[in-house]
């Protein structure tokens, strides 16, 4: 197996995985706090997509970090396979997520004024939150790439 | 290289390439004939990114035709490389567009009800040609993988 950044129980992977999780929870707090979100199915998508990517995340940061102080590798067949279909899975989800929730906010902004109209629709944190989901996926795309190549390569 | 289902320069990947090329351009046909598309943006991009698959699409669809009958090959490390980046660009694109469609499409027909208040927009051609769009997409992700793996495995 070859020793990427962003490996399976390195540093980096570490990193990344926290980096995942971080700006995924910030995501789901500015959307959950802002007003009116609940009104549009793909906001709502939006939480239970990034609420799946915390779960995965953080999982992945726990067990990197446990191989990281036992100094275990996990760079074996099996777990890089399971590692490789999660990611892959949950990129593709949070891209969706962050497309369709991004797809309604031009909608509301652009092409319907929706935004200037209905005050009490906190159009601004809504849009901080698609971006924090967009940085969470850019994250999980560079893992999700380097344990294909992982796994392609052995 | 690796001689797998779907590989540039083979019969399986010419019939990948131009089920992506017909399914995209089913998917433009179907949006530019349904009425009231163009007052929205994520229906617009979605006939933007569709057109830039067919370009791609049809290009690589040529290249494997034209090696298959001269019996070139188009394995080499710089010509996957370049359809690595290419594939995945698009793929990118037109899962981002299929996804900000349908999320919009959700809108219209869940959350307010627009699609049978506004019969003037053609709300079940603008979900066949999202379908369309989505199968596209999948056939893309297929070539997409496979070239990846083939880049990896050198």
Same mark, same amino acid.
């Not at 009116?36 to 799946?52: N, R």
């Not at 509301?108 to 924090?132: H, P, T, W, Y």
């Given at each position: 197996m070859k020793d990427l950044f @962003? $490996?399976? @129980?390195?540093v980096s992977g570490l990193v990344l995985r926290i980096g995942q999780c971080l700006f995924a929870t910030a995501s789901i707090a500015v959307m959950a706090s802002s $007003? @009116?979100?609940? !009104? !549009?199915t793909a906001f709502c998508y939006l939480i239970a997509s990034m609420g799946l990517q915390v779960l995965w995340s953080f999982g992945l940061a726990c067990l990197d970090a446990h191989a990281l102080r036992k100094k275990r590798d996990l760079q074996n067949q099996v777990l890089v396979s399971l590692f490789v279909v999660g990611d892959w899975v949950t990129a593709i989800l949070t891209l969706a997520a962050a497309c369709s929730s991004a797809g309604v906010m031009v909608l509301f902004i652009r092409d319907s004024n929706f935004c200037s109209k209905q005050i009490q629709v906190a159009c601004g944190m809504i849009q901080i939150s698609i971006a924090l989901a967009f940085v969470s996926w850019f994250l999980l795309v560079v893992s999700s790439y380097v344990m294909f190549w992982i796994l392609a390569s052995v």
């Amino acid at each position: 197996m070859k020793d990427l950044f @962003g $490996s399976p @129980g390195k540093v980096s992977g570490l990193v990344l995985r926290i980096g995942q999780c971080l700006f995924a929870t910030a995501s789901i707090a500015v959307m959950a706090s802002s $007003s @009116g979100f609940y !009104t !549009t199915t793909a906001f709502c998508y939006l939480i239970a997509s990034m609420g799946l990517q915390v779960l995965w995340s953080f999982g992945l940061a726990c067990l990197d970090a446990h191989a990281l102080r036992k100094k275990r590798d996990l760079q074996n067949q099996v777990l890089v396979s399971l590692f490789v279909v999660g990611d892959w899975v949950t990129a593709i989800l949070t891209l969706a997520a962050a497309c369709s929730s991004a797809g309604v906010m031009v909608l509301f902004i652009r092409d319907s004024n929706f935004c200037s109209k209905q005050i009490q629709v906190a159009c601004g944190m809504i849009q901080i939150s698609i971006a924090l989901a967009f940085v969470s996926w850019f994250l999980l795309v560079v893992s999700s790439y380097v344990m294909f190549w992982i796994l392609a390569s052995v």
